[in-house]
């Protein structure tokens, strides 16, 4: 779009100086119509000159709309950060990698989970992080896909780790536990999933990616992300959720505590306390919230409806250690139940939600972790699912 304005200005200056010379030459053979022919040029020239202005303010317009802004260098691969607007008061910021970047090739677009993290950290030793994508060699990811991070909603791409606390980005230091109040009010299932619509459809109608395979990517929070923006966006051929709750937050937390009491890790009474509680909660916030569907309640929406809703092949994967293996098997049954038969479960063993080790006696390694394998294995996936 900015470069066709760009075109059309420059295509009223030429204009005006080819008929320029033509009102001259004519002026000097027609002398006796010499008032006739400057009053036409004056005219002709206002009108130019109200053409170059719209398409000068247009031009800025779109510059300001759509902005490259820094490059970051994450293992080797260069990432380009770009914002684009969205709403009045939000707008969409995204890396996409410009080392191995390749028209032809398919895009993998990636939600990360529920809380306010930027996509670039900066350490305390200076490096630069990427998660989850710095924990393995994504090289490789990158050999079969372009990527795409999408930030969340009043979220910084880049930060100092000083910033981070508790897995959240704090833009006030002096108060440690806020974290920004635009972003709460906007972390939301039917938001996000708009958000990430609408981005697709930009990406597509700039022509940045190619149309024929987009593959959306999400953990925890941001796998019902990717379902919900797949069965918006018919563009969508792929899912992959990553230890997401298809059936609703709130019974992923329930099913979590229950284990803990079958492992006798809490007991009975700790276990029903910790359940009203949860009650207590949902109707407290519904009573707050008018539209349900706009508030953090949004996440108790089964994501499984949108895995049904999308014609995009949906890959389901979780830890074994994780409370969101115990859906592997259950979202596969009721999709076939539902006439879906383009979706797959899969099992890592010994990985956690976030897919690091989890030794015998139940300790998280942090050292080690398994996100090659869950990437290695996206990809065979996606090779073997057309």
Known sequence: MLINIL?????????????KKIFLALALKYKGMIFSFTLLFFLMKLLFTIVSYICLSLSTLFSSFTSAQESYLIDGIVFQEKTIGFQENDKISFLINSTGFNYSKPTA??????????????????????????????????????????????????????????????????????????FSKLNNLTYLGKRGDYLINWL?????????????????QGGLEAARVASLNKNVSDVVMLGAAPYGRAQHVLNNYYLKYLLKEIDFETYTNFQKEVYKYIYKTKDQNEKINESILSFEEHAFIDMMQTKANVLYMAGTKDIASFYVDQVVVDAILNGKKNIQGKLIENAEHSFFRVDRLGSVNYEVDYWDEVFNYITIWFNTSH
């Open 204 to 220: 597509l109608e700039e022509n940045e990616i190619n149309p024929e395979r987009i593959m959306t990517i999400g953990h925890s």
């Open 109 to 182: 677009i990636f939600f990360n989970g529920s809380l306010p993290m930027p996509l670039i950290i900066e350490w305390g030793n200076g490096s630069l992080g990427m998660i989850p994508f710095t924990y393995f060699h994504f090289n490789k990811f990158i050999d079969n896909f372009n990527l795409i991070l999408v930030s969340k909603p009043f979220t910084p791409i880049y930060a100092k780790e000083e910033s981070i606390i508790n897995s959240k980005y704090v833009p006030d230091l002096n108060q440690p536990d806020l974290i920004d109040s635009n």
């Open 7 to 19: 075109y059309l200005w420059g295509y009223c200056i030429e204009c005006h100086n080819i008929l």
